[in-house]
């Protein structure tokens, strides 16, 4: 079992910047992919970001491309994304995940532990 906890979410004005941090514990998640995914009021998980084992590999969602960055440090058994020019669609509950997939994921069903999410909220 991995239990992930997410912090850093908080309100923000349009044009300003968030980082989210996930912390990881009961297993090392250095065999998993982490991604992040966000849900708006009546809406759907949406993909956000998610990286590769070693971290080398990412993938965005192309809402986001160019503004948000993901990274892990496996040592330290955590997964960040940094969020830059923010925008009031960015406003949402932002999930952590880990995928046991060798390859990065894009798809929730792809994930099988998850936080229990943060609001971020951009003010316009």
């Known amino acids: 079992q991995v239990q992930l906890v997410e912090s850093g979410g908080g309100l923000v004005q349009a044009g300003g910047s968030l980082r989210l941090s996930c912390a990881a514990s009961g297993r090392m998640i250095n065999r998993y992919v982490m991604g992040w995914f966000r849900q708006s009021p009546g809406k759907e998980h949406e993909f956000v970001a998610t990286?590769?084992?070693?971290?080398?590999?990412?993938y965005y969602a192309d809402s986001v491309q160019g503004r948000f960055s993901i990274s892990r440090d496996n040592a330290k058994n955590t997964v960040n994304l940094q969020m830059n020019s923010l925008k009031p669609d960015d406003t949402a509950v932002y999930y952590c995940?880990?995928?046991?997939?060798?390859?990065?994921?894009?798809?929730?069903?792809?994930?099988?532990?998850w936080g229990q999410g943060t609001q971020v909220t951009v003010s316009s």
């Open positions: 995940a880990a995928s046991p997939q060798r390859q990065i994921a894009t798809f929730v069903n792809d994930y099988i532990y």
């Open positions: 990286v590769s084992w070693s971290g080398e590999a990412t």
